[in-house]
């Protein structure tokens, strides 16, 4: 049935090339007896799930030296297929990782990747434990690799960040993440209220022999990278609620060049990323112009 179907095909198209070889492809193992399903002539490593490392990114070159051999071998050793993708913030704002991650995906999406399930990953996070399973998360549930208990720094209970497996469905469904938050932290506590509202369960690696002191390297110096924790106008109350009306649908974004990155032989995306501002939905996407009289400081973090 499928042969004569794909017979007609063969006559009705011009004869090109692939088509032929596809043909005789199918006559070969006819020949052999095969029965035949297009399905079966597909290589089995298209059948397994394929990761997107999506990593929020802005002028740590070194770290991204080390993170990207580092996470390809890692995930080599697990069977993973996997493509890099490195979202680099271009504007002249204050970094914004929920909006990366949302332009991030929808430029995936867009492109023929064939991403099943993405890893929010920070950049200086660095797993060492092989026992951290990176493979496509348990039905109904997000993968919260940097577990609390397993996190060099945070240990609350609801903390979602550092690095998450999300498959492209459940995203879709939670409308990815805010794009209000300008600024270091917090747009994952609030990613954590959108999956709790929509019932995705959260599954933490469980039973390792390591713990928050040799589970990860943390490649972060806090004294060369200063965290930008101001905040400004009504931001401090508004990044604190549920936000209900940004996401990834009304991402706002251009992606400005792309890039093909080789670093020691690992190829890697990097998207520029352009984010748009509406200063005044969020005029805090630059706290300079509010002047220093009324910028606070958040010296406690998280
Ligand atoms: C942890 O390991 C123990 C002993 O091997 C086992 O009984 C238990 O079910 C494991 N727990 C999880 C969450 O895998
Ligand atoms: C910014 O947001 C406001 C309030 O929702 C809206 O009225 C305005 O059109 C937006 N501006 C731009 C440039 O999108």
Same mark, same amino acid.
């Given at each position: 049935?499928?042969?004569?179907?794909?017979? #007609?095909?063969?006559?009705?198209? $011009?004869?090109?090339?692939?088509?032929?070889?596809?043909?005789?492809?199918?006559?070969?193992?006819?020949?052999?007896?095969?029965?035949?399903? #297009?399905?079966?002539?597909?290589?089995?490593?298209?059948?397994?799930?394929?990761?997107?490392?999506?990593?929020?990114?802005?002028?740590? =070159?070194?770290?991204?030296?080390?993170? $990207?051999?580092?996470?390809?071998?890692?995930?080599?050793?697990?069977? !993973? #297929?996997?493509?890099? =993708?490195?979202?680099?913030?271009?504007?002249?704002?204050? =970094?914004?990782?929920?909006?990366?991650?949302?332009?991030?995906?929808?430029?995936? *999406?867009?492109?023929?990747? *064939?991403?099943?399930?993405?890893?929010?990953?920070?950049?200086?996070?660095?797993?060492?434990?092989?026992?951290?399973?990176?493979?496509?998360?348990?039905?109904?549930?997000?993968?919260?690799?940097?577990?609390?208990?397993?996190?060099?720094?945070?240990?609350?209970?609801?903390?979602?960040?550092?690095?998450? /497996?999300?498959?492209?469905?459940?995203?879709?469904?939670?409308?990815?993440?805010?794009?209000?938050?300008?600024?270091?932290?917090?747009?994952?506590?609030? =990613?954590?209220?959108?999956?709790?509202?929509?019932?995705?369960?959260?599954?933490?690696?469980?039973?390792?022999?390591?713990?928050?002191?040799?589970?990860?390297?943390?490649?972060?110096?806090?004294?060369?990278?200063?965290?930008? *924790?101001?905040?400004?106008?009504?931001?401090?109350?508004?990044?604190?609620?549920?936000?209900?009306?940004?996401?990834?649908?009304? !991402?706002?974004?251009?992606?400005?060049?792309?890039?093909?990155?080789?670093?020691?032989?690992?190829?890697?995306?990097?998207?520029?990323?352009? /984010?748009?501002?509406?200063?005044?939905?969020?005029?805090?996407?630059?706290?300079?112009?509010?002047?220093?009289?009324?910028?606070?400081?958040?010296?406690?973090?998280?």
């Amino acid at each position: 049935m499928f042969v004569s179907i794909y017979v #007609l095909r063969v006559k009705l198209t $011009v004869l090109n090339i692939p088509t032929v070889l596809i043909f005789y492809f199918i006559l070969g193992e006819l020949e052999n007896g095969g029965s035949i399903r #297009l399905k079966d002539h597909t290589p089995t490593i298209l059948k397994s799930n394929k990761l997107g490392v999506v990593i929020p990114f802005r002028e740590r =070159f070194d770290e991204l030296l080390e993170f $990207v051999p580092h996470i390809h071998s890692f995930l080599k050793n697990q069977n !993973i #297929l996997h493509e890099i =993708f490195v979202l680099n913030q271009v504007d002249q704002y204050r =970094f914004n990782r929920g909006s990366l991650i949302n332009a991030g995906f929808k430029e995936i *999406m867009l492109s023929f990747n *064939m991403i099943d399930y993405i890893a929010m990953h920070d950049v200086d996070l660095l797993p060492l434990n092989p026992e951290l399973d990176y493979h496509y998360p348990p039905t109904g549930h997000v993968n919260h690799i940097a577990a609390p208990h397993l996190h060099p720094r945070y240990h609350y209970a609801s903390f979602v960040g550092g690095i998450l /497996l999300i498959t492209k469905e459940d995203f879709i469904k939670i409308n990815g993440l805010s794009n209000n938050y300008w600024g270091w932290g917090l747009e994952d506590d609030e =990613f954590y209220l959108r999956l709790k509202e929509a019932k995705i369960g959260i599954h933490r690696p469980g039973n390792l022999s390591t713990d928050t002191s040799n589970t990860f390297r943390h490649n972060h110096d806090r004294t060369v990278r200063k965290r930008d *924790m101001t905040k400004c106008y009504n931001q401090r109350e508004v990044t604190r609620k549920r936000d209900r009306r940004t996401g990834l649908h009304n !991402i706002n974004y251009i992606v400005k060049k792309k890039h093909e990155l080789l670093i020691d032989g690992v190829n890697t995306l990097v998207l520029d990323i352009e /984010l748009k501002c509406n200063k005044t939905l969020t005029p805090w996407c630059l706290c300079s112009e509010y002047g220093m009289k009324n910028t606070k400081n958040q010296k406690k973090g998280k």
